[in-house]
């Protein structure tokens, strides 16, 4: 690394490899352990452990300066025995670690992936939301996981499920093949058409998820990777930003066009994220997710997923997660506003001999036994599921998940937004009043959203614009300049109480 630097071949890797640590540090849960993603291995630190990262923080961070990499590698453990040598060699003895409290709550992790990932704060009473996209999919390890999400407070709220190593077997195993690596282990969308072929002669069955890249082969090189009939590239990034603070954010919005990770079943996928840290002990942060679904059959069933460790209780368009396992105490309240509540067909899937259900068929699969005292493996065991009850070509799908504690776990008031070609959420009560709003067709325009406002102040988040000078009118008031980012794609202001029109100027 640093001695082929300095013997004159210049940098031998890209620079945006110095990013790679933040991402550890950012999914690192209170517990030490790291929101899931992609094979999590059965042997995995146990319980009360930090998960290790090996020695690749400590040598970005000597190789490019960076103390907050090497304060990545202190946090999780430092080196071990066996590696010991390498660090002699290479670790800067002049770096100093920096503490990652002095780092932005929210961070994009671009091209080739498109994630994000928001916080509340680095202590034991942070919220952590993980919105991914997946603009490339490189198989192996990789899952198809397109669009999926996390959520952490007081113990994992939305999470992967599945299980990599178990009874089932290891890599490759029915589980891995049928649900681990597959959407529907994922809080994702599925397209269920039934004749649909996932290559049954290698072992996939049907899960109504996303396509198998190149068949689920690795691209051996970048041109592999890039070229279109190999079908890796599964989606777009549409828009990604936060703000106003960029410290600590009151909003992280990604949004990303789907469609190319599902098979010609469907039309068009396009899903929006918006995170709020609300500030607030009571409800600290809150995902919310829109859907914009066409199918190329209205009679394919369409379902929204979440995947939960404990067993969800679901009642008409709302649904409660509790954690209370390990000394967890953290809750998530589901409110579904999209579909319409007659249209509305919320329930729940799991339990004993279906933890890992694929429709019609469970893929058991349980951590070998002696590996559970030294496993923190999260494997889930229910999932809840939100589909329209009656047949239509498009679907949208609007979802507001408040994460808190358990006690006294008392959610905010949600409601459904309608402002024209755009359709959002405004939750009101001890947080104060927030509206977020996103275009009905999944784009971008520019012609103008009327929306009202209640309350003393609303914060107003208004998604899916395009990039140029916007303005706020009220009633009577005087137009308030908004300038909108052709990243983020969204306007944000505070407003008070009545009819708003934000045009382009």
Not at 277 to 292: H, Q
Request: hydrophobic share 35%; charged share 20%.
């Amino acid at each position: 690394m640093g001695w082929v630097d300095r013997l004159g071949a210049g940098n031998v890797y890209n620079a945006e490899q110095q990013g790679v640590p933040y991402f550890y540090a950012y999914t690192t849960r209170p517990d030490g352990q790291r929101l899931r993603g992609g094979d999590t291995f059965a042997h995995s630190a146990p319980r009360g452990r930090p998960w290790g990262v090996g020695i690749g923080p400590l040598l970005t961070g000597s190789y490019y300066g960076d103390g907050y990499a090497l304060g990545e590698h202190l946090r999780q453990g430092g080196i071990g025995d066996n590696e010991a040598l390498f660090e002699f060699l290479w670790r800067d003895a002049k770096l100093e670690d920096k503490p990652r409290e002095e780092l932005p709550l929210s961070r994009y992790f671009g091209g080739p992936f498109g994630w994000m990932v928001a916080r509340t704060g680095w202590d034991d009473q942070s919220v952590l939301a993980e919105m991914k996209v997946n603009v490339y999919n490189f198989a192996n390890h990789q899952h198809l996981d397109a669009g999926a999400f996390q959520l952490y407070h007081k113990g994992a709220l939305a999470l992967d499920s599945g299980l990599y190593k178990g009874s089932s077997g290891a890599y490759g195993s029915p589980h891995c093949r049928n649900y681990y690596w597959r959407t529907i282990a994922h809080n994702s969308l599925l397209i269920h058409d039934p004749a649909e072929q996932f290559n049954p002669a290698a072992g996939y069955g049907n899960d109504g998820g996303q396509r198998l890249p190149n068949g689920r082969g690795e691209p051996r090189n970048l041109e592999v990777l890039t070229d279109p009939k190999n079908g890796y590239q599964t989606a777009e990034v549409l828009a990604h930003g936060f703000g106003p603070d960029a410290q600590a954010p009151d909003y992280t919005l990604l949004t990303g066009d789907l469609t190319r990770a599902y098979s010609d079943k469907v039309k068009q996928v396009v899903r929006s994220f918006v995170f709020l840290n609300l500030k607030n002990a009571d409800v600290p942060g809150t995902l919310i997710v829109f859907d914009r679904v066409i199918a190329s059959d209205p009679l394919f069933g369409k379902f929204w997923l979440l995947h939960t460790l404990e067993e969800p209780h679901v009642n008409g368009a709302t649904a409660v997660v509790d954690r209370t396992e390990h000394g967890a105490r953290g809750r998530l309240h589901l409110t579904a506003l999209l579909p319409e509540p007659a249209n509305c067909a919320l329930g729940k899937v799991g339990g004993p001999g279906k933890e890992f259900w694929v429709f019609d068929q469970d893929f058991t699969n349980e951590v070998p036994a002696d590996q559970v005292a030294k496993s923190s493996q999260e494997a889930g065991a229910w999932r809840i599921e939100l589909s329209p009850k009656a047949p239509a070509a498009e679907d949208l799908f609007l979802t507001v998940m408040q994460t808190m504690d358990r006690e006294p776990g008392t959610p905010l008031s949600v409601s459904r937004a309608d402002a024209g070609t755009s359709v959002g959420c405004l939750l009101t009560g001890s947080a104060g009043n927030w509206l977020v709003l996103f275009p009905r067709d999944g784009g971008r325009g520019d012609g103008p959203v009327t929306f009202q406002t209640a309350g003393a102040a609303t914060r107003v988040l208004v998604t899916g614009l395009a990039a140029g000078d916007w303005r706020a009118q009220g009633q009577g008031g005087r137009p308030q300049p908004v300038p909108v980012s052709a990243e983020a794609a969204a306007a944000w202001l505070t407003l008070p109480a009545g009819q708003w029109t934000l045009s382009k100027r």
